[in-house]
C-alpha cells in the first residue's frame, strides 16, 4: 500500500486559524478514510500547514477498500410481507435503497422482544480510492472550522464558491498516481506553488513521499508547521545569543509568526533609546501585538532597544532595506506611545476619577463611576475584616478605573492597571497604592499571578464581587458557552485568591456585603441570589480541584457541605485524602452511607439520644466508643487539624460493624427506635464535620 497525498494550495490563510484548520482538515480526511476502510492498522497521518496550503500525508494507503460484511434491520414482518408471505411494496422500496436485486427469501426473521423483524445479512462491495477519498474530501471540507467565508468566483467568471481564501490548486497522489478527485471547483493533479517570491513557477510534485522534501528543496516551503516553528525558535534563539540577550518570545507570538512565513528569516532591527523612557510594557505591547517583533532583554532584564523580526525573505543586501524599513514602523509606533505617556502625566488619576461618570457601565448598573463607589464599599469592608491598611484600600480602589479615561489605555486596553500603576507612581501615591491599582485585575486567566499585597487583594476581591453579585441580580447570567461579562473568570479569580492566599473570610458573607452595596440596583430576591451565587461559586471551585488533581469523590465529599471558609477546603480535601488511606476508612465510609440512608427514611428525628436508654450490647459499646471519641474529634476540629480530626474516628470501626451485626435500628417500640435513630445521627454528624463521608463509597 502506498502513501497518498492532499494538498490545497490557497491564498494567506488566517494566521490565528491556520493550525487549527490544518488539522481540522488532516483529521477529516484520515477519518473518513479509515472509516470506509482504507487504512491499515498502522497507518499514520502527517499534518502540513504552512500560509498558503493545508494537506496531509497518510500511510498505507489501500487503493481498494475490501469488502465489508454488514447487517441490517429492515421492516416489521407485519409490514414487509402480506398474508402470502410476499413482500410489499414498503419492503421492495427498502432493499432498493440497500442497492442491487435482492430476493426477499434470503431475508432473516428476528424478534426485537416486541414483534418479528426482517433483516437481510449481505456483503458491501468495496469501493476504490477516488471514490472514498472524494467522499472524506468533501465531508472533512464541510467541516471545518472556518471563522469567516469568503466568497470568490473561479477562473471561468461565473461559478461562485466559498470558502476560508481562495484556493489555486488541489493535489492528491497515491504514491506516483493523480487521484482525480475534485473540491471547490478544482480537479486534483500533481502542480502546486512554492513560496510566493523564492520559488520558480509551478512544482510537479512527484509522488506522496518526496512533497515535503521538493516543497523544501524546489519551493522554500517547510511545510510541517511544527517543523517551522522549531526553526523560528532556533533562529530567534540564535540571533539574541550573538547579540548578549534574551528573546521574549511568548507561545502566542511564535504560534502567529510560524503562520505567517513560509521560510522563516530573522532579522535584527531597533529604535533609539530614548524611546526606553516609557514604561517597558508599553514598548513590549507595541512591539508585539502590533508588529509581531520579539523584544530583547540584556543580562539583568532590562529592556534593550533592539528587537526581532521573523521575515519571509532572504534579502540579497542582507535584509538592510528590511531592518531599516521595520526600524522606521516601529519609530512612529513608539512616538505615539511616548506621547501619550508624556501627556498623560499632565493630569492626576485622581482628576480623572469623575469622568467616569461619563461611562456607563451597564443600563441597569448605571455608570462606571458608580461602580467605583461600590467597588470602594466592598474594599473597605473587606479590609477590615482581614485587617489591611483601610485607607489604602479605600484610596487604590477610588483610583482604580481612573487610567481607563487616559490616552495610553485609550489606545492600548490591554495595559489598564498597569498605566494607572506608573501615573499613580508619577502622582505621589505611596507604593502599596500604586502596586493595588494594577493588581486589582488579578488573576486575569488561569496561571495568571495572584495580588501580591493584602491592599491588592481587597480591591481585587471586591472588584470581581461587585461584578458577579451585580451581574447575577440583574438576571445577566452565564449561559452555556458564553459569558459576556467574564462571569466564570470573576469567580475562579476570587476563589483562588481565598485559597492560594488562605484568606479567612466568609464566603456568604462577601456574597451579602457585595449585594448590600449594590442596594436597590439589585432586582433579585436576596436568598434566592445568594444561593445562587454560591452554588455558581462551588461549581466553579469543584472544577479547580479536579484540576488539581482530586477525584470527583473526594472534592463532592467536602462541596457537598456548602463550605463557607474556602481557604479551608485545601486542608479538608488533604485530610479527606490521608482517612481514605487508614483500613477502617472502607468501613467507616460504608456505614456513613448506611447511617445516612436510615435517617432519610425516618420521619423525624430528636434532637438527642439518652445513652441510658440503650440496651442492647453493641448500641451499648458504640455509644460508649463514640463518648470516648467525640470530645476529642471536635477538639481536633475547633484547632483546625482536619486529618487528625478523621483519623480520630478510626477506633469507631469496630463497635459501628458491631451496631449494624447485632441492633435493629427501626423497631416498633418508637421510643427506643427515636433513640437508636438519634444515637446514629449525632455520630453521623460528627463524622461528617468535615466531609460528608457517605459520599467516598465507591458504590
Given amino acids: 500500500m502506498n502513501s497518498l497525498l492532499v494538498e490545497l494550495h490557497t491564498e494567506e490563510l488566517p494566521p490565528r486559524a491556520l493550525d487549527k484548520l490544518a488539522r481540522a482538515f488532516a483529521n477529516g480526511i484520515e477519518s473518513g478514510l479509515r472509516e470506509r476502510h482504507f487504512l491499515a492498522p498502522d497507518s499514520t497521518a502527517e499534518v502540513f500547514g504552512a500560509p498558503r496550503r493545508m494537506g496531509v500525508r497518510i500511510s498505507n494507503v489501500a487503493e481498494r477498500s475490501n469488502d465489508q460484511p454488514f447487517r441490517q434491520r429492515l421492516l416489521p414482518a407485519a409490514i414487509g410481507l402480506d398474508a402470502l408471505g410476499n413482500a410489499t411494496a414498503a419492503l421492495l422500496k427498502k432493499l432498493a435503497t440497500i442497492g442491487g436485486s435482492i430476493d426477499p427469501k434470503v431475508l432473516k426473521r428476528e424478534s426485537d422482544g416486541k414483534q418479528e423483524v426482517l433483516v437481510y445479512e449481505g456483503v458491501k462491495a468495496g469501493e476504490t480510492l477516488v471514490t472514498g477519498l472524494q467522499a472524506a474530501l468533501d465531508a472533512a471540507l464541510a467541516r471545518l472550522p472556518i471563522p469567516k467565508m469568503m466568497n470568490y468566483q473561479l477562473a471561468d467568471g461565473v461559478t461562485t464558491v466559498q470558502f476560508v481564501r481562495p484556493a489555486h490548486r488541489l493535489v492528491a497522489l497515491h504514491g506516483h498516481a493523480v487521484v482525480p478527485v475534485r473540491a471547490l471547483g478544482l480537479l486534483a493533479g500533481t502542480k502546486t506553488f512554492g513560496h510566493r517570491f523564492h520559488s520558480q513557477g509551478e512544482i510537479a510534485v512527484h509522488s506522496a513521499a518526496t512533497y515535503e522534501d521538493q516543497l523544501r528543496r524546489e519551493g522554500k516551503v517547510i511545510v510541517l508547521f511544527e517543523r517551522r516553528r522549531t526553526r523560528v525558535v532556533e533562529l530567534l534563539t540564535a540571533a539574541a545569543t550573538g547579540l548578549k ?27 533609539e533609546a530614548e524611546f526606553l523612557d516609557v514604561p517597558p510594557e508599553c514598548l513590549i505591547l507595541t512591539m508585539q501585538q502590533h508588529q509581531r517583533y520579539f523584544p530583547l532583554q540584556d543580562a539583568g532584564g532590562k529592556l534593550m532597544s533592539r528587537f526581532l523580526l521573523v521575515s519571509h525573505l532572504e534579502a540579497n543586501d542582507g535584509g538592510e532595506a528590511i531592518r531599516s524599513g521595520n526600524a522606521r514602523v516601529v519609530r512612529a509606533r513608539l512616538a505615539d506611545a511616548k506621547f501619550f505617556y508624556d501627556q498623560d502625566r499632565k493630569r492626576t488619576l485622581e482628576s480623572r476619577v469623575p469622568l467616569l461618570a461619563s461611562v456607563v457601565y451597564h443600563n441597569k448598573l448605571g455608570s462606571l463611576l458608580e461602580r467605583v463607589e461600590r467597588v470602594v464599599g466592598i474594599a473597605v469592608e473587606i479590609a477590615r475584616a482581614v485587617g489591611a491598611d483601610v485607607t489604602h484600600v479605600e484610596r487604590a480602589a477610588r483610583l482604580a478605573k481612573a487610567d481607563l479615561r487616559t490616552d495610553m489605555v485609550g489606545e492600548f486596553p490591554e495595559l489598564q492597571g498597569t498605566m494607572g500603576r506608573y501615573y499613580a507612581l508619577h502622582d505621589g501615591e505611596t507604593v502599596d497604592v500604586a502596586d493595588a491599582i494594577a493588581e486589582h485585575y488579578r488573576p486575569r486567566f488561569a496561571d495568571d499571578d495572584l495580588p501580591a499585597s493584602k491592599v491588592g487583594m481587597c480591591v481585587a476581591l471586591a472588584d470581581k464581587l461587585e461584578a458577579l453579585v451585580g451581574m447575577f441580580g440583574i438576571g445577566e447570567r452565564p449561559t452555556g458557552d458564553k459569558d459576556p461579562y467574564g462571569l466564570r473568570r470573576h469567580a475562579i479569580g476570587i476563589l483562588r485568591i481565598l485559597t492560594d492566599r ?24 436576596s436568598i434566592g441570589l445568594n444561593n445562587e451565587i454560591r452554588e455558581f461559586f462551588f461549581d466553579r471551585l469543584s472544577g479547580l480541584l479536579r484540576e488539581h488533581g482530586y477525584t470527583v469523590n473526594e472534592v463532592e465529599a467536602v462541596i457537598s457541605q456548602g463550605p463557607n471558609r474556602i481557604d479551608l477546603v485545601p486542608a479538608q480535601l488533604a485530610a479527606v485524602r490521608a482517612f481514605m488511606q487508614l483500613p477502617e476508612a472502607e468501613s467507616l465510609v460504608a456505614a456513613n452511607k448506611r447511617i445516612g440512608n436510615i435517617l432519610k427514611k425516618a420521619d423525624a428525628v430528636q434532637a438527642d439520644f439518652d445513652p441510658a436508654r440503650l440496651f442492647e450490647p453493641a448500641e451499648k459499646e458504640l455509644s460508649s466508643a463514640y463518648a470516648k471519641v467525640r470530645p476529642v474529634a471536635d477538639a481536633l476540629f475547633v484547632k483546625g487539624d482536619y486529618t487528625g480530626m478523621l483519623k480520630s474516628l478510626a477506633p469507631l470501626k469496630l463497635p459501628v460493624d458491631r451496631f449494624f451485626d447485632d441492633v435493629m435500628v427501626n423497631v416498633e417500640d418508637a421510643t427506643l427506635r427515636n433513640n437508636r435513630l438519634a444515637l446514629l445521627a449525632s455520630l453521623r454528624a460528627t463524622m461528617n464535620r468535615v466531609a460528608d463521608l457517605s459520599r467516598l463509597s465507591a458504590l
Avoid at 248 to 263: F, R, S
Avoid at 507 to 522: F, H, S
Fill in 245 to 271: 540577550a534574551t528573546p521574549l518570545m511568548p507561545n502566542e507570538l511564535i504560534d502567529e509568526v510560524t503562520a505567517l512565513v513560509e521560510w522563516p528569516v530573522v532579522y535584527e532591527s531597533g529604535f
Fill in 502 to 525: 488562605r484568606v479567612a473570610l466568609d464566603l456568604t458573607r462577601l456574597v451579602e456585603i457585595a449585594r448590600q452595596e449594590l442596594g436597590a440596583k439589585v432586582t433579585a430576591d
